[in-house]
C-alpha cells in the first residue's frame, strides 16, 4: 500500500520558504538547492521539498493545508508570536482546538490538537 512521505510546496522565494518551516515547525534542511529542491525533512517521518514557482502558478490558493499536530495550542502561538508567525483566533471543536496561518506564499497553515483529544463514550 503506498503511504505519504513527502508533500511538495511551490514557492516564488525558495530559501524564505525553507527558513519559515525550519524556524516555526521543525523541519532540519541545509538550504541548499539540489536539483531544483530544497529538502526538508521531519522527525514525524513526513517530508518536505520546496520547489521553484513558475510565474504561472497561482501560489496561496486554498486547495491543499498543512496541518501539524501541536498539543499545546495557545503555548505553541505565544511562542511563534515571539518568532513573528501570528495566528488568528483559535477556534475550539469536539474536545480540541485549531488556529490557521499562512505560509510566505500565502498557502495554508494550521495547527491542531485533534490527535490529543480525549475521546470518551
Avoid: W
Avoid at 13 to 20: E, L, Y
Amino acid at each position: 500500500m503506498p503511504r505519504l512521505n513527502t508533500l511538495i510546496i511551490y514557492a516564488r522565494n525558495m530559501q524564505r520558504s525553507a527558513q519559515f518551516y525550519h524556524q516555526h515547525f521543525d523541519f532540519e534542511t541545509t538550504g541548499e538547492i539540489i536539483e531544483g529542491l530544497i529538502e526538508l525533512k521531519s522527525k514525524s517521518g513526513i517530508n518536505i521539498l520546496i520547489h521553484q514557482a513558475a510565474k504561472s502558478v497561482k501560489l496561496g490558493q486554498a486547495t491543499v493545508k498543512l496541518s501539524f499536530d501541536v498539543q499545546d495550542i495557545e503555548q505553541f502561538i505565544t511562542q511563534s508570536e515571539q518568532q513573528g508567525l501570528i495566528f488568528g483566533a483559535i477556534h475550539h471543536a469536539n474536545g480540541y482546538c485549531f488556529d490557521n496561518t499562512k505560509d510566505p506564499d500565502g498557502n495554508s497553515v494550521s495547527i491542531s490538537s485533534r490527535t490529543f483529544r480525549n475521546i470518551s463514550n
